[in-house]
T-cell receptor, first 115, second 113 residues
Framework: GENVEQHPSTLSVQEGDSAVIKCTYSDSASNYFPWYKQELGKRPQLIID?????GEKKDQRIAVTLNKTAKHFSLHITETQPEDSAVYFC??????????????FGTGTRLTIIP | DARVTQTPRDKVTEMGQEVTMRCQPI?????VFWYRQTMMQGLELLAY????????DSGMPKDRFSAEMPDATLATLKIQPSEPRDSAVYFCASAANGGSPLHFGNGTRLTVT
């Protein structure tokens, strides 16, 4: 089955700096890669996703890049703010219908923004 | 803002007791997932259903866990008998066909003493 590795497990950055979280996956058939943000005591919430036919996607301060050849994808957060502090999970799945195929999650990155 | 609804929000029980967790997926979503979250294992898929049919429950300990969808608006996860190692947050999530992202409920925090 799919295996998703995520690094680093913890990350601290100064407010205003950029943060980068990296994931690798094992299943070459995976074609959908979402990122979830989970605040303490709350549910994971989708922040951005990317499909395998796209190399990069941006949404304001958040961007995701995908390298299918190397089987890795990354989350980039620019101009970080205190409210970006949370645990971030990457995930991967195969199948044409994206969200309704089972997701395999990475182990999470605890991001702390230092004011 | 449609949401996945899970009950109970918190459950404390003694070892050996039966635990039932319930989930109401977003109306129109045909795929329902059960995930378990622990510090050690992260988010693990336990089981999932599409159009109420079980597709994969390989992540679920079969001897004590069972998952069902009695109808399209209700999914249940039962543990009988519960053990302290079952203590975790159990998330239900749902998605629709055709490119809908996965939406999580608020979870059930289970503590087995």
């Amino acid at each position: 089955g799919e295996n998703v590795e995520q690094h680093p497990s913890t990350l601290s950055v100064q407010e205003g700096d950029s943060a980068v979280i990296k994931c690798t996956y094992s299943d070459s058939a995976s074609n959908y890669f979402p990122w979830y943000k989970q605040e303490l005591g709350k549910r994971p919430q989708l922040i951005i996703d990317i499909r395998s036919n796209v190399g990069e996607k941006k949404d304001q301060r958040i961007a995701v890049t995908l390298n299918k050849t190397a089987k890795h994808f990354s989350l980039h957060i620019t101009e970080t703010q205190p409210e970006d502090s949370a645990v971030y999970f990457c995930a991967a799945s195969r199948g044409a219908s994206f969200g309704n195929e089972k997701l395999t999650f990475g182990t999470g990155t605890r991001l702390t923004i230092i004011p | 803002d449609a949401r996945v609804t899970q009950t109970p929000r918190d459950k404390v029980t003694e070892m050996g007791q039966e635990v039932t967790m319930r989930c109401q997926p977003i109306l129109g979503h045909n795929t329902v997932f059960w995930y378990r979250q622990t510090m050690m294992q992260g988010l693990e898929l336990l089981a999932y259903f599409r159009n109420r049919a079980p597709l994969d429950d390989s992540g679920m300990p079969k001897d004590r866990f069972s998952a069902e969808m009695p109808d399209a608006t209700l999914a249940t996860l039962k543990i009988q008998p519960s053990e302290p190692r079952d203590s975790a947050v159990y998330f239900c999530a749902s998605a629709a066909n055709g490119g809908s992202p996965l939406h999580f409920g608020n979870g059930t925090r289970l503590t087995v003493t």
